[in-house]
């Protein structure tokens, strides 16, 4: 199994530009989570999923969509990048709520 | 106040110390899961519990649910075991709430 997949690694955007982060994985799991990482402030919960068709905001939810089409996929959207979204996103997924989480090795974004 | 509370926040250690880590949540929770990221950026779950103890190898977890209060210990401490440790309190769909995180630093 390859776990949980995202791409790309880094990733360099100007202002205003959009871009998806690509999240995957290849465990069947029904929880799938995004969180964004900044210094001092700790991981913070972007949007998750309970399911296919499912998704719901988290704590930091301004400037990006989610969509979960299959099981697999949770694909982030940053609709109209800005500096303040530089940070650096990690996806996760579990088999349910009172199982472990798999974390991603996170992608590296910065908004110039 | 934060809803996941870590301490201490910096902790430096010589190698062989016994090492703890407190968390303390203040909100109703699933399971309590104890991560840990190395200076690569990388994320492993190490423990996740509802109740009691948990040990692997060195590493020992806690919980007292009653108290809302969750320790992480580390016996024969390593400089491998240098990293930042996260305490994570799971809500009742899957998502996580996180502690700022302990970074530890152990000397040779």
């Known amino acids: 199994n390859a776990g949980v997949t995202q791409t790309p690694k880094f990733q360099v955007l100007k202002t205003g530009q959009s871009m998806t982060l690509q999240c995957a994985q290849d465990?069947?799991?029904?929880?799938m989570s995004w969180y964004r990482q900044d210094p001092g402030m700790g991981l913070r919960l972007i949007h998750y999923s309970v399911g296919a068709g499912i998704t719901d905001q988290g704590e930091v939810p301004n400037g990006y969509n989610v969509s979960r089409s299959t099981t697999e996929d949770f694909p982030l959207r940053l609709l109209s990048a800005a500096p303040s979204q530089t940070s650096v996103y990690f996806c996760a997924s579990s088999y349910s709520n009172r199982n472990e989480q798999y974390f991603g090795p996170g992608t590296r974004l910065t908004v110039t | 106040k934060n809803e996941v509370e870590q301490s201490p926040q910096n902790l430096t250690a010589q190698e062989g110390e016994f090492i703890t880590i407190n968390c303390s949540y203040s909100?109703?929770?699933?399971?309590l899961h104890w991560l840990q990221q190395h200076p690569g950026g990388g994320i492993v779950s190490l423990f996740m519990?509802?109740?009691g103890k948990k040990k692997h190898g060195r590493l020992i977890a806690t919980i007292n649910i009653q108290e809302k209060h969750s320790s992480l210990h580390i016996t024969a401490s390593h400089p491998r075991d240098s990293a930042v440790y996260i305490c994570a309190v799971g809500g009742s769909q899957g998502n996580l709430i996180f502690g700022k995180g302990t970074k530890l630093s152990v000397k040779p």
């Open positions: 909100v109703g929770i699933s399971a």
């Open positions: 519990l509802s109740s």
């Open positions: 465990m069947n799991h029904e929880y």
